[in-house]
């Protein structure tokens, strides 16, 4: 769809239940925001939900999920072609979660902290990325943990995932499953 299509059709808001997830990506790069208004009818409560389960809190998941929309909007030209939206969705939420979880860990250290030694003037992120890390690796088995790397350190998709590991992309997708159910307290 390009400009001049989108100028010859008068777009209602009722009519954008009907477009498929993809045109409305299209729309809102094409500047109609109001398409966009239909992307967070359709995933507002699911993300929701996916936070709500990885926070344990209703007003913190709401928060990141407010968020997660809006980094979304701002970031809608770099969905990939032909990636699923609410994949997409699902991992701004998640790496935000995990953000959030980390600044309140580190929050709460130097609250304890402070009191004993120097106020921490600031924290080494590559040494908590990999305290992280070892953490999940510990927790997981070694093939959730490969799966749990290419998909959120590497930033590759299902199929790529799928294709790195020689395993079937539901597979993979079961795996993630299993080892964020895992994490989920841990994190």
Same mark, same amino acid.
């Given at each position: 769809m390009n400009q001049n299509q989108l100028s010859e059709?008068?777009?209602?808001?009722?009519?954008?239940k009907t477009f498929a997830d993809s045109e409305l990506v299209d729309l809102v790069r094409l500047g109609e925001t109001r398409a966009f208004d239909e992307i967070d009818n359709r995933y507002r409560t =699911?993300?929701?939900r996916f936070l709500l389960r990885i926070t344990s809190n209703s007003?913190?998941?709401? @928060?990141l999920t407010q968020r997660a929309l809006v980094r979304a909007f701002e970031m809608i030209d770099q969905l990939k072609s032909g990636a699923k939206l609410i994949g997409w969705l699902y991992r701004i939420a998640f790496?935000? =979660?995990?953000?959030?979880?980390r600044s309140r860990k580190v929050a709460s250290l130097e609250e304890?902290? @402070?009191p004993f030694w120097a106020p921490v003037d600031r924290v080494d992120i590559e040494d908590e990325r990999r305290s992280i890390w070892d953490g999940v690796k510990r927790r997981l088995s070694p093939e959730e943990y490969e799966i749990l790397l290419f998909r959120y350190r590497d930033d590759l998709t299902l199929s790529e995932v799928a294709e790195r590991t020689g395993k079937s992309e539901g597979h993979v997708r079961v795996q993630l499953h299993r080892a964020r159910k895992k994490l989920?307290?841990?994190?």
């Open positions: 059709i008068k777009i209602t808001a009722v009519s954008y =699911a993300l929701q007003e913190l998941a709401e @928060e790496r935000l =979660a995990v953000t959030e979880s304890v902290v @402070e989920r307290g841990f994190l």
